[in-house]
């Protein structure tokens, strides 16, 4: 485990002063095994590890004319430490510090929301098995198909999340890398056992061929995950939104007392939460593009991927932070109103067990074009007339020749559609 310092929460891990933190324990971490080495002094370790510290202000100052961060870095640090600062940054260039450095923050930015995963899943399984057998219609096309149960669709989110889960912790292992070989990533200067000892102490494993850089791949595969965790949240979300929708209105964000959903219109409740998560959504994904076009870089190294990663990097990751609690909140306070999607069921007078009755027919010895047929005819009266379909089938003559009156009134049956519940939960919840 990369170490946090002092935990940070997730907008302080991109402040400087958690930056130039990390930054100071590189440099020192390299300086320990330099004189483990003999390059540099031990009386200088010990030197630096106690006096090293450094000076926001004075840092800006110093990039203010100097325009290089790490020199200006180098510099504060420089004024505290004394003559021993000489022995800082041997053999080592700029991008062995913002590099690793830069790994860490992301390393420390996926604990984080792992943890909000951790949340989101808790709350899902918890609705879940609350509404496990709460019937209500399922959807294709937005139009209404055959019966579920809200327990399913809470079972199919958390499923999802419980991938992204497991996408979140391969791509923190695959940014969980450090480099620290020097100019074109040689080690022509520093010796291979200081990359290895740094990465070591930092919770990293040393990249295999930094050229300079660490390869851009690396962070395209993490940004990627963070867009494709967004996407899963505006999958959520926009189901809450249909079903907030008043002529729906199966299920509603919580509306707290005092609350107003418009300047307007008084009446309004509106589902603001799922309506901003699913911008956030939109946000979150435009950081893929540029982290996969930083992958890219001339020759061993530019800085083309510099000034976007400085944004991207807190931008996504704090983003989605706020998102996955937002939704934590969403799904815990859901209102869900099971009579509205039973009288929502019945809307269409029987229409959503016309497959029952298709397979039926054809078991009874009825070519599937013919049965397809008739089953469509009677369901035509339903959409057109407003006709009960039960009633339609046992008054169709071919239909009741087929299968009997009986069977007919038995293919009516929620029961049928609901048996195996049982076993989606236990392959999703593994109970």
């Given amino acids: 485990m990369i170490p946090r310092y002092t935990r940070p929460e997730m907008a302080q891990i991109w402040e400087p002063e958690n930056r130039f933190r990390i930054w100071l324990e590189i440099e020192t971490l390299a300086c320990e095994k330099q004189a483990e080495l003999g390059v540099i002094p031990t009386e200088a370790v010990k030197v630096i590890r106690e ?6 202000a004075r840092i800006d100052a110093i990039e203010a004319e100097v325009k290089h961060d790490v020199i200006a870095f180098l510099t504060s640090v420089a004024e505290y430490v004394g003559p021993e600062a000489r022995f800082i940054h041997q053999g080592m260039t700029s991008s062995d510090v913002l590099d690793t450095c830069f790994s860490v923050q992301l390393v420390q ?21 609350e509404h496990k057998d709460t019937v209500c219609i399922g959807r294709s096309h937005g139009i209404h ?9 809470l079972a199919s989110w958390y499923a999802e999340m419980s991938r992204n889960h497991q996408r979140l912790e391969a791509a923190r292992a695959s940014i969980a890398t450090g480099a620290i070989s020097g100019a074109v990533g040689t080690f022509a200067n520093i010796d291979p056992a200081v990359e290895e000892y740094v990465c070591e102490k930092l919770g990293l494993q ?19 995950v963070l867009a494709i965790i967004a996407s ?17 209105l199966e299920a509603e964000e919580f509306f707290s007392k005092g609350q107003k959903g418009s300047s307007a219109m008084p009446h309004k409740r509106n589902p603001i939460l ?29 800085i083309s ?28 306070k859901l209102v869900v109103y099971p009579d509205n999607m039973l009288r929502n069921l019945n809307q269409m007078r029987g229409l959503i067990f ?49 299968l009997g009156a009986a069977k007919i009134r038995e293919s009516f049956d929620l029961g049928y559609h609901l048996k195996h519940v049982d076993t989606i939960f236990k392959r999703v919840f593994k109970d």
Wanted: charged residues 30%.
């Fill in 51 to 56: 006096k090293g510290a450094f000076d926001i």
């Fill in 274 to 302: 799922a309506e901003n998560l699913t911008g956030q959504a939109r946000y979150i994904r435009s950081f893929a593009i540029p982290a996969l076009e930083n992958v890219a870089l001339w020759h061993e190294r530019d």
């Fill in 109 to 129: 930015a996926a604990d984080e929301l792992l943890a909000d995963l951790d949340m989101v899943l808790e709350s899902t399984r918890a609705r879940a098995m």
């Fill in 354 to 402: 016309s497959q029952k009755i298709l397979l039926d027919l054809t078991q009874a010895g009825v070519s599937r074009e013919e049965a397809y047929r008739m089953v469509q005819r009677n369901a035509m009266k339903v959409w057109e007339e407003g006709k009960d379909f039960q009633e339609e089938l046992l008054a169709d003559q071919a239909v009741v020749e087929a």
């Fill in 305 to 332: 991927h510099s000034s976007v990663e400085r944004y991207i990097g807190p931008d996504a990751t704090v983003a989605l932070d706020f998102s996955l609690r937002r939704l934590n909140g969403l799904i815990k």
């Fill in 145 to 153: 198909a055959e019966p579920v149960t809200f327990g399913l669709k």
């Fill in 206 to 224: 040393p990249e295999p061929v930094s050229t300079q850089v660490i390869p851009r791949d690396r962070h395209a595969e993490f940004f990627c």
């Fill in 232 to 248: 899963s949240l505006e999958r959520i979300a926009v189901e809450i939104r249909h079903l907030q929708r008043t002529e729906v």
